[in-house]
């Protein structure tokens, strides 16, 4: 079975600071994995997602993650926060198995930034 | 592209009655959709896993004559709550999976409605 564990329920960073969101995971085989943005009452934004290839990931509004198989994580990152980052943050993963295309997500990370 | 619309966006519906949740793809053909529930300050719970001219299938403990969930055609999907309380009351979102393969349309793998919060008094 494949899960996800993102350890830290809240995040608080000051703005203009480095964050770091952590998501490690189990799955059979090479991974899938993405990682989403939910604002309040919405539904998940796309940020970036690990297939093959480089292991660091460029994605959206100047995210990055870094794939570490022996670590088996896949941790979001930004050089320096700004304040609309204050978001609902998910990492998910799936098998890269054809005709298994669920999604399994972790309990998700509320990061703040702070002014 | 690869947008899926989710309708309504919020509802409140009295106990007993039922509510549909519709999501339509709107410049692709979604052959697959996944329904998941969510509860305030949790993780999505994915409900069920719906393809295009087949039956549902549901994850375990989902009752499954309570979340119907039709999908005719490979723009629409739709979740039914049937006989719907107090309990059901969530924050609905559907999502559709896209090839995994580079270029526009499948860069993102799954692209996700916008999400549905019902209210049931």
């Known amino acids: 079975a494949q899960s996800v564990a993102q350890p830290e329920d809240q995040v608080n960073v000051a703005e203009g600071n480095p964050l770091t969101v952590k998501c490690t995971y189990s799955v059979s085989g090479n991974p899938y994995l993405f990682w989403y943005v939910q604002y309040p009452n919405r539904g998940l934004q796309f940020l970036l997602k690990y297939i093959t290839g480089d292991n660091l990931v460029k994605g959206s509004y100047g995210f990055e993650a870094e794939f570490n198989k022996s670590q088996t994580s896949f941790h979001l990152k930004k050089p320096s926060a700004l304040v609309s980052d204050s978001a609902l943050y998910f990492c998910?993963?799936?098998?890269?198995?054809?005709?298994?295309?669920?999604?399994?997500f972790g309990t998700g990370t509320r990061l703040t930034i702070i002014p | 592209g690869a947008v899926v619309s989710q309708h309504p966006s919020w509802v409140i519906c009295k106990s007993g009655t039922s509510v549909k949740i519709e999501c339509r793809s709107l410049d692709f053909q979604a052959t697959t959709m996944f329904w998941y529930r969510q509860f305030p300050k949790q993780s999505l719970m994915l409900m069920a896993t719906s393809n295009e001219g087949s039956k549902a299938t549901y994850e375990q403990g989902v009752e499954k004559d309570k979340f119907l969930i039709n999908h005719a055609s490979l723009t629409l999907s739709t979740l039914t709550v049937t006989s719907a309380h107090p309990e059901d009351s969530s924050f609905y979102i559907c999502s559709a999976s896209l090839p995994l393969r580079t270029g526009q349309l499948g860069s993102y793998g799954y692209t996700f409605g916008s999400g549905t919060r019902l209210t049931v008094v």
């Open positions: 998910a993963v799936r098998a890269p198995n054809f005709g298994n295309e669920k999604l399994t």
